[in-house]
């Protein structure tokens, strides 16, 4: 299959000695060029400052950087502005999300649902934005149920968006099952697989609690089993998350998404396995 994506994820540091590191990571990176770098946007806003330093430090570098907006809380002249902000940076290519309420926070704002955003932004700003949303093969956390979740992504589809990124997932059939629902409800966007290497099996039960992915319980039993020693963990993860992104790739996916947690190691090796190709 050609034309495949391939992207990475940063989050925005908060202090300089992690901007720094993010730029070590970023170089080491960079060399395996992917189609792009993502960057993620705190709930309410409140990474939005660093998040624009940081895809502006990532377009003066000569690559290409997509920001994450995520519009509840938010009011539509914020998100205006920091529509134009990216436009007067040369960003032309979003990830636009609902994000989740800030803790102690009733109003979601001006924005309920990430397709009201989605439609804003094409509004606002016509063309110019490639815009991707965010898809759940094993169903977002708060939706009803397994048909109201497709209901929801289409309209997220219908209201202008060009590609999705999933929630990360180790179980290849749910993304497989999922894009097929999607396609027989006459979704035809390309849904590229969000991959999270493990490193550390403590940080990804956390993770996965609060975003939904769920962890097979013999994939749990397996990690917990090596209890603290990191350098096994890391190894049987590199083993299983590769082979794992082989098959979805062998399977059709049209291309993958890695949450690197502005960590280079684990993705290049991942990256290095499966023998992508520069700007694959």
């Excluded at 009011?75 to 007067?88: D, Q």
């Excluded at 290497?197 to 013999?218: D, K, T, V």
Aim: proline letters at 5%.
């Amino acid at each position: 299959m050609t034309n495949r994506t391939y992207s990475m994820e940063f989050f925005p540091p908060k202090t300089p000695e992690g901007m720094e590191k993010l730029r070590a990571t970023r170089a080491q990176l960079a060399q395996l060029q992917p189609r792009f770098f993502s960057v993620t946007f705190g709930a309410g806003g409140s990474t939005q400052s660093n998040t624009l330093e940081t895809v502006a430090e990532i377009q003066a570098e000569g690559l290409s950087a997509a920001p994450h907006l995520s519009c509840v809380g938010s009011t539509r002249e914020n998100i205006r502005s920091i529509l134009n902000a990216y436009k007067s940076h040369g960003i032309r290519h979003i990830v636009a999300l609902r994000g989740d309420l800030p803790s102690g926070m009733n109003d979601p704002g001006a924005f309920r649902y990430a397709n009201e955003l989605v439609e804003f932004i094409r509004s606002e700003t016509g063309d110019w934005f490639e815009i991707e949303v965010a898809a759940y093969p094993e169903m977002h956390p708060q939706a009803k149920n397994w048909n109201d979740d497709i209901s929801n992504f289409k309209r997220k589809v219908d209201a202008g968006a060009n590609a999705a990124i999933t929630q990360y997932f180790f179980n290849a059939d749910a993304y497989f099952q999922f894009v097929d629902e999607c396609r027989a409800r006459g979704i035809s966007i390309p849904i590229v697989p969000g991959i999270m290497p493990i490193s550390n099996y403590g940080q990804l039960a956390r993770f996965s609690g609060l975003c939904g992915a769920e962890i097979p319980r013999w994939l749990a039993k397996k990690l917990e089993g090596y209890y603290d020693d990191s350098a096994s963990i890391k190894a049987f993860g590199l083993d299983f998350v590769s082979a794992m992104c082989e098959r979805l790739l062998a399977g059709g996916a049209p291309g993958l998404h890695f949450y690197t947690l502005n960590q280079a190691g684990l993705t290049s090796t991942i990256w290095q396995r499966l023998g992508l190709d520069a700007k694959a």
